[in-house]
């Protein structure tokens, strides 16, 4: 009797990446959907975003706003960057095995076949390439949120003023959104790179990213700062 496989993939293959594709479906729904009792960070910044563009409206100077947006858009620029370079470097690995099967027998691990090789790279290639869509689109809304920033009167008693501060809060809230969106498929990219060393490991790692993630979004010090005073 032999053991269910597809493919390259056995049965402990099979459940540690299911196990990583829920992990990383639940906490980044649980992370944008938190319970009502227990606000994410990323919910309390939104509140923030909102309370940065009704703050703008009486700014008659805005240089720091705009120097805002414009490290945020950096930020998105750096990681798109960095995204693209790892992907162009799991495609070179996935053309060329030999590499990763050396270390495998260097450091005594078991011997799997060159596609199952290639398939453990691909998935931290696939993680790496969702991340870095989300990152150029993070950083074309923050394009649109400075537009829509420049478009705000300077007036507080402009009819228009605080419409346009809301349309731009709004913009900024969905550029952070696919920004966190990117970070969290930068960081089951790198938990999908333990599957080199066995489904074990991938299991393992695929866990603690999960609760990683739970712990700097629900209990962390930043958390609890931002929760002291935060904007109505």
């Avoid at 939104?46 to 805005?62: D, I, L, T």
């Avoid at 620029?77 to 099967?101: E, K, Q, R, V, Y």
Wanted: charged share 15%; net charge neutral.
């Amino acid at each position: 009797m032999t053991s269910f496989s597809i493919g390259p993939l056995g049965l402990a293959d099979l459940f540690a990446l299911t196990l990583l594709v829920l992990c990383w479906a639940f906490i980044g729904w649980f992370c944008e959907n938190p319970p009502k009792n227990r606000i994410s960070v990323g919910k309390l910044m939104e509140r923030y975003r909102h309370e940065w563009m009704r703050q703008m409206v009486g700014r008659q100077n805005r240089i720091f706003d705009s120097q805002m947006v414009d490290g945020l858009r950096q930020s998105t620029t750096f990681f798109a960057s960095t995204a693209l370079i790892a992907i162009g470097g799991g495609l070179a690995l996935i053309g060329n095995p030999d590499p990763l099967t050396t270390l495998a027998s260097d450091l005594e691990l078991d011997q799997a076949p060159a596609l199952l090789w290639e398939v453990r790279i691909l998935t931290a290639v696939l993680f790496g390439a969702l991340a870095f869509q989300k990152f150029v689109w993070s950083h074309r809304l923050f394009s649109y949120a400075a537009l829509a920033m420049a478009a705000i009167p300077n007036d507080p008693n402009d009819p228009d003023a605080f419409p346009r501060a809301e349309q731009a809060a709004k913009v900024n809230i969905s550029a952070a959104k696919s920004f966190n969106r990117g970070l969290r498929n930068v960081y089951f990219a790198l938990a999908s790179l333990a599957w080199l060393l066995g489904p074990e490991t991938l299991i393992a790692a695929a866990v603690i990213t999960t609760v990683t993630l739970w712990r700097r979004e629900f209990a962390s010090a930043s958390r609890e700062a931002l929760l002291e005073n935060p904007p109505r």
